[in-house]
């Protein structure tokens, strides 16, 4: 199997004045690109070449590791952004309220755990696959709750590539743009269909029929391809 790059969910103007055209050409067309080219080159010929991306990540350490993480959070944060104004379902605020007290307690707190996390890394809303409750964590690096049990709602890059050229090194400044930007449809499937799995029984609502694993079966289907 060879993966390809996606194609953005979005023009690359569509996010103008958050994030410019030049950092989404060098944000995805080199960075992210270079993830993809770097998994294909490490996986030749290896067992993880028949993998899907998941399997991989699931089963990993090292180089193949950390590009295979990285291909995955970057496709995923792409479908994080819109260009329209969303908001999260019914389900998804009072999951939020339920387990931050508002939505602007978690906005808050989900800023500050991405302005203080050291080095470069990811922010992550997400639901614990056996509570079905939501927290927001820190992974260093190419690290993902996909390891961890835990299956990923929303994300926000703060590696610095992901702003440098608009904000240079003013991460707060992304931030409090960022927050305008998200695109709650993607998030609000993600949870509604992962609480339903987590309400059934399900351990590991991510391997089963949640919308992660929907968008991650599409992905596979039409843009990672085997060749």
């Not at 294909?40 to 991306?53: Q, V």
């Not at 835990?150 to 960022?178: F, S």
Request: proline residues 2%; aromatic residues 14%.
């Amino acid at each position: 199997m060879a993966f390809t790059l996606i194609k953005l969910p979005f023009d690359e103007g569509a996010l103008e004045p958050f994030l410019s055209r030049e950092t989404l050409a060098y944000h995805h067309g080199k960075h992210h690109a270079a993830y993809v080219n770097n998994l294909n080159n490490l996986i030749k010929d290896t067992k993880f070449e028949s993998m899907d991306l998941v399997s991989i990540i699931k089963n990993s350490d090292g180089g193949i590791f950390n590009n295979s993480a990285q291909v995955f959070n970057h496709d995923f944060y792409w479908h994080c952004l819109s260009g329209k104004q969303t908001k999260p379902s019914k389900e998804l605020e009072n999951a939020l309220k339920r387990d931050f007290g508002s939505i602007e307690t978690f906005k808050e707190q989900f800023t500050q755990k991405a302005l203080t996390l050291f080095g470069s890394g990811w922010v992550w809303l997400s639901i614990d696959n056996n509570s079905g409750k939501l927290e927001i964590e820190q992974t260093s690096n190419a690290d993902t709750p996909l390891r961890h049990g835990r299956t990923p709602l929303l994300t926000c890059d703060v590696w610095e590539h992901a702003y440098y050229i608009d904000y240079r090194n003013a991460r707060a400044g992304y931030l409090e743009k960022w927050q305008e930007w998200v695109n709650w449809d993607f998030v609000s499937g993600n949870y509604n269909k992962a609480n339903i799995l987590s309400q059934s029984g399900y351990s590991d609502a991510c391997y089963e029929e949640s919308e992660l694993c929907d968008y991650i079966d599409t992905m596979q289907a039409t843009e990672h391809v085997n060749t």
